[in-house]
């Protein structure tokens, strides 16, 4: 099997190689979103249940806010929450301060997958550039044919060669790039649905722990 992989690799010539580059790239991406995003790494319910039965004194400490900021990403937000308050800022500020975490949070949820759409959206314009890469090849082989018609002998036992050789690069590169981005896109759909839960999952719990610290306020998205 592996050699003929090997083979069909050598067969699509060149072009294949960044194909394959994006192919590992993507998959590495792929991979690390699906780790990072995992609920019970983004919302571990040790973090809360730390935050939600956190009392004055424990908010007042920075070394408990920082090691609550430490156990989970949900915790950088709650751990802001009973900073603030611990501070004895009004609702206003606290929720001020909260966007601003909150904003690093999601570019945290989003890293990369701005990365695996590029690809999804590369790859077929690779397999592209193969096939016209691939064209040229067999154009060439016939332009090559047409101006040694004087040894017809050598011609014709090394231009189906460089024909086969022209198609081969044509059709899987194409096959490659649409084999590349459909599960890139497809993936990049998935982890992107998964990122948007996991911020409606970090909002609510958050809104839950400012409500009970500020309970004559309201927290809004």
């Given at each position: 099997?592996t ?5 069909i690799i050598?067969?699509?010539g060149w072009?294949?190689w960044?194909?394959l580059?994006?192919s590992i790239l993507?998959l ?7 780790w990072?995003?995992r609920?019970k ?5 040790e973090?809360i249940e730390l ?11 920075s ?7 430490a156990?989970?990403?949900?915790g950088v937000l709650?751990?802001g929450v ?17 966007q601003?975490l ?19 959206t590369?790859?077929?314009?690779l397999g592209l550039?193969?096939?016209?890469v691939?064209?040229?090849?067999i ?8 101006g ?11 231009n189906?060669q460089?024909?086969?050789h ?7 590169n194409t096959a490659?790039g649409?084999?590349i ?7 990049w759909?998935i ?12 909002e609510e719990?958050?809104r839950q ?10 927290l809004?998205?």
């Amino acid at each position: 099997r592996t050699t003929g992989l090997f083979s069909i690799i050598q067969a699509a010539g060149w072009p294949i190689w960044p194909l394959l580059a994006i192919s590992i790239l993507g998959l590495a991406i792929l991979i690390e979103r699906a780790w990072y995003l995992r609920k019970k790494h983004i919302i571990r319910k040790e973090t809360i249940e730390l935050a939600f039965n956190a009392n004055a004194r424990d908010a007042a400490n920075s070394e408990f806010l920082s090691d609550l900021s430490a156990s989970s990403p949900i915790g950088v937000l709650l751990a802001g929450v009973l900073r603030e308050q611990a501070l004895g800022h009004s609702a206003e500020a606290t929720i001020e301060e909260l966007q601003i975490l909150a904003q690093n949070l999601w570019a945290k949820l989003d890293r990369y997958l701005g990365g695996l759409a590029t690809i999804a959206t590369v790859a077929p314009l690779l397999g592209l550039f193969g096939t016209v890469v691939g064209m040229i090849e067999i154009f060439g082989s016939q332009g090559g044919s047409l101006g040694s018609a004087v040894n017809a002998a050598s011609v014709g036992a090394t231009n189906p060669q460089q024909l086969a050789h022209g198609i081969s690069i044509a059709l899987y590169n194409t096959a490659f790039g649409l084999l590349i981005a459909i599960p890139a896109l497809a993936g990049w759909r998935i982890l992107r649905a998964i990122a948007d839960q996991r911020q409606r999952e970090c909002e609510e719990c958050t809104r839950q722990l400012f409500k009970k610290l500020y309970p004559e306020n309201e927290l809004r998205k």
